[in-house]
């Protein structure tokens, strides 16, 4: 089974303060993805990314990095936290290439709380 | 741009009730589509897939027909159990955004003995 780790589990930030969350995966899976989880909103697309030394804008990026540094490595950065950042982040990673290799292996999230 | 809507919010039963969860989506093309189980302080998981049109997808007694003409592809299980209690997510998989899945808002779903 496809791993994904994340870290930290949980974050207390200040406002305006830099927090980076971390995520690695062992599947040498190509494509990694940062989600963020709200109560009505599901979950949303920030950031993803197709292999190392790639990243890609996705449906609400506004205020967040990312960084690829190598296949296993995916990391999430908000460069000046705000109270709006506050939320559960999740990693994923997949390999696209169609059937039942089209799905997403997701980490088990990073509680991020901005005060 | 392609979407995915579930209707229910939360959904309370009892042990051995039938469970729908009723999910449409708007995309262009031939998307796949999945369920994604979450249980507390977990990430979520893959439960099934379909992939073309009256395909069913099934896992753990769950199922959903991929129905094109409805673009529906709704979510059953005919007897619950209490460990079914989680949030449950329709996906569509993206041609755009790396392909990642686009995901609705999530049906949490608490079953009591």
């Known amino acids: 089974e496809a791993a994904v780790t994340q870290s930290p589990r949980n974050k207390v930030a200040v406002t305006g303060g830099k927090v980076t969350l971390s995520c690695n995966q062992t599947?040498?899976?190509?494509?990694m993805y940062w989600y963020r989880q709200d109560t009505g909103h599901g979950l949303r697309l920030i950031h993803y990314?197709?292999?190392?030394?790639?990243?890609e804008k996705g449906d609400i990026p506004d205020g967040y990095k990312a960084s690829r540094p190598s296949q296993e490595n995916f990391s999430l950065i908000l460069e000046l936290a705000t109270p709006s950042q506050t939320s559960v982040y999740f990693c994923?990673?997949?390999?696209?290439?169609?059937?039942?290799?089209?799905?997403?292996?997701f980490g088990h999230g990073t509680k991020l709380s901005v005060l | 741009g392609d979407s995915v809507t579930q209707t229910e919010g939360q959904v309370a039963l009892s042990e051995e009730d039938f469970l729908t969860i009723h999910c449409n989506y708007s995309?262009?093309?031939?998307?796949?589509l999945f369920w994604y189980v979450q249980y507390p302080g977990e990430g979520p998981q893959f439960l099934f897939r379909?992939?073309?049109?009256?395909e069913k997808g099934s896992s753990r007694g769950f199922e959903a027909t991929y129905d094109k003409g409805t673009t529906s592809f709704h979510l059953r299980k005919a007897s619950v159990q209490e460990s079914d209690s989680a949030v449950y997510y329709c996906?569509?998989?993206?041609?755009?955004?790396?392909?990642?899945?686009?995901f609705g808002t999530g049906t949490t779903v608490s079953v009591s003995p």
């Open positions: 994923a990673s997949g390999d696209p290439t169609g059937g039942d290799n089209e799905r997403l292996f």
């Open positions: 599947n040498n899976h190509n494509n």
């Open positions: 990314s197709y292999g190392a030394g790639s990243t």
């Open positions: 995309a262009s093309g031939y998307p796949a």
């Open positions: 379909a992939s073309r049109d009256k």
């Open positions: 996906a569509l998989g993206s041609y755009q955004g790396g392909r990642a899945l686009i």
